[in-house]
């Protein structure tokens, strides 16, 4: 009854959808993913409408790790597979795999969500709302447990952004994708015309809200395995919205 639980969606890559090299940009694909998640997620009974009018929760991203084997190209046609794992007492796993046109899997990723009280923004347990799936699947499109990130104490600071109307969500806090266009641009283009990114993991720590201001630093001390760390932290507080580590090869 696996398929009962897994979900699949088929997207034909749009020139919005690209970006100079006429490939997805990486902020484009998490937005595929979140849209997939959230079909899902309908189809299973626990959509965002679903659990904001019940219980007044939303789904809220905190962990994703995408390995990427090559990026979609403009005009081409995917497919996207996502599963659930079997829910724990607060963190849910969910997996994906992307395809080509011939079926080969292209990238593969693995993310944790989290239940969020919409008013107290508070993490709620999974015994609060009794999610329950109609089969459990254990296979894994990645062998990799998500922990936390921290780089090695080098940071320099890149540039500075306020959070604006473009960058927010139904939730009204910045959307995970935009935190990905933060880390990209976080390398200038020339970087971008010579290295692709292969992975990227990145822990969502803490909501940023319109007129924030979020300061982006790079740690690049271990560039020689061509792996970045980024982050990025509130102007104010200082306190860290997000963590990532950028995987990169030469085009």
């Keep these: 009854m696996e398929q009962n639980i897994r979900f699949q969606s088929k997207i034909h890559v749009d020139l919005r959808d690209v970006d100079f090299t006429k490939k997805v940009k990486l902020s484009t694909l ?6 997939v998640a959230s079909l ?76 969020m009280d919409i008013h107290q ?58 935190y990905v266009d933060y880390a990209m641009d976080c390398f200038p283009i020339e970087n971008h015309r010579q290295f692709e990114v292969k992975a990227i993991e990145v822990n969502f720590i803490n909501e940023a809200l319109p007129g924030d201001t979020i300061t982006l630093f790079r740690d690049v001390s271990e560039s020689r395995e061509n792996k970045i760390y980024i982050e990025g932290q509130k102007g104010d507080s200082g306190s860290t919205v997000f963590k990532a580590t950028v995987e990169i090869s030469e085009r």
């Design 30 to 35: 998490f937005s595929y993913f979140q849209d």
């Design 121 to 178: 923004r508070r993490l709620k347990r999974n015994d609060a709302i009794g999610i329950h799936y109609p089969s459990v699947i254990k296979e894994r499109a990645l062998e990799k447990k998500l922990g936390k990130l921290n780089g090695n104490g080098h940071l320099e600071k890149v540039y500075q952004k306020v959070i604006g109307y473009s960058d927010v969500d139904f939730n009204g806090h910045l959307n995970n994708s935009r």
């Design 40 to 115: 899902a997620s309908v189809e299973l009974g626990y959509g965002i409408e679903q659990l904001e009018s019940q219980f007044g929760v939303s789904w809220v991203l905190i962990r994703i790790r995408v390995e990427i084997t090559r990026m979609p190209e403009w005009d081409e046609k995917i497919t996207i597979e996502t599963w659930p794992l079997e829910p724990k007492r607060i963190e849910f796993k969910r997996d994906y795999l992307v395809r080509d046109a011939n079926g080969e899997i292209i990238i593969r990723a693995v993310s944790v969500w989290v239940l």
